[in-house]
């Protein structure tokens, strides 16, 4: 395709369970129509969406929230869904994996003098149909039905989910860390050394 550049990229239509922004449609069909739809590209800032995101499930009105993302933005679509959960508790989960077709158009690059072109000639286009991998994942705060699949139910332990790692101590540039050996030889001290040559 090196001789080919993208001119554009549609999402295709798609059949029944086509996705669109009004309440009803899409992966979750029973959702309220105050709750928050949040379209995540792969140009977002994590920054800004959060903050959005964070603001409308501080009201007591919004109930419920939507992030969905597809093609590179899925990572993302799963972290900010993590970094509501943990700045949030008691949030329930269900997420959705489905595939958007997504058409898109090349056009072929003018190349130089090539036999059998005429100059007028038009540049030939393409076009290529992709299934897309999408995720959807809804955040609520009232209860959702757990056996649905996809469900995952509040985190217990609000907070960081590591472990506590061990306890690190200070230490300064020159030393080498708790179990390491240092790359220095130790030299013997001058006057020790002469003293075993001559014995």
């Known amino acids: 395709m090196e001789n080919f550049r993208k001119v554009r990229s549609e999402e295709a239509p798609a059949g029944g369970g086509a996705e ?11 959702l309220a129509p105050d709750a928050v739809n949040m379209r995540v590209k792969e ?12 603001a409308s499930m501080a009201q007591p009105a919004t109930r419920a929230i939507v992030f969905s993302g597809c093609g ?8 900010c869904a993590e970094i509501l959960k943990r700045r949030l508790a008691g949030l329930h989960q269900v997420t959705r994996l489905r595939y958007r077709s997504v058409r898109e158009v090349w056009q072929s690059l003018p190349p130089g003098p090539t036999p059998g072109q005429t100059p007028g ?21 009232d209860e959702l039905d757990p ?18 790692a061990a306890p690190t101590s200070k230490r300064s540039l020159g030393e080498p860390a708790a179990g390491e050996g240092s790359a220095k030889r130790s030299l013997p001290e001058p006057g020790v050394a002469d003293e075993d040559r001559t014995a």
């Open 72 to 79: 590179r933005a899925t990572t993302k679509t799963v972290t």
């Open 147 to 164: 056996r649905q699949p996809g469900y995952q139910p509040p985190n217990p332990h609000p907070g960081p989910s590591s472990s506590p």
């Open 121 to 141: 000639e038009s540049a030939a286009s393409l076009s290529v149909l992709k299934n897309v991998p999408g995720l959807a994942i809804l955040l609520s705060k």
């Open 43 to 54: 140009g977002s800032k994590i920054r800004n969406l959060m903050a959005f995101a964070t």
């Open 20 to 30: 669109g922004d009004g309440p009803g449609s899409g992966p979750f069909a029973d």
